[in-house]
């Protein structure tokens, strides 16, 4: 039994260790500069690394056939970033990774820019691919970030399918329903009526 604690111990010691490398960043809406990628993918870049894996979510210029004008994000920061380093953790505990890196945006976020930024690296491309996605799946699904969808002829609050999902639980059985908040949508005319 001793040295069944010993090894969790120590092992508890490396992840603490490596937490405190991984790079987390929540940046203020008075930032109008893009996420610096180089940056995040500098970060995690490791001798002992064999593959760095990234995820970029940009603001596409089109939803449903409306033009997306911009994002808008929110966020309560603290319980979010409590949330970001729980994630990393989570992901550290399934996976044999070397570093991590995330950023996300608040603020204004215009078509082609980038909101919201994961970056992995592990010894073996397979831990990094599945961290990677793993993190960017549970900061859809759980990290306290609104995101407010603007088009050239209304607004609306968007929920990720991720969360829907993990909240409504499971309620959200069709395949166009889990796209990108399908039956969510609603956009404000000009004339105050809806569509």
Sequence with gaps: MAALTVASEEEEEKLTEAAAEDLIEILDPSSTSPLDLARYVNHV??????AISTFEGTTRGTFNGKRVVELRYEAYVPMALRRLRGICAEARAAWDLRRLAVAHRLGTVPVGEA????????VHRADALEACRFVIDEIKASVPIWKKEVYDNGEVWKENAEFLERNHEGRVHDKAARRCCGHKVRVEE???GSS
């Excluded at 870049?45 to 064999?50: I, L, N, Q």
């Excluded at 930024?117 to 592990?122: D, E, L, N, P, Y």
Aim: charged share 10%; aromatic share 6%.
């Design 45 to 50: 870049r490791d001798p002992g690394a064999g």
């Design 115 to 122: 909101s919201v930024f994961v970056a992995a690296s592990a």
């Design 190 to 192: 000009g004339g105050g």
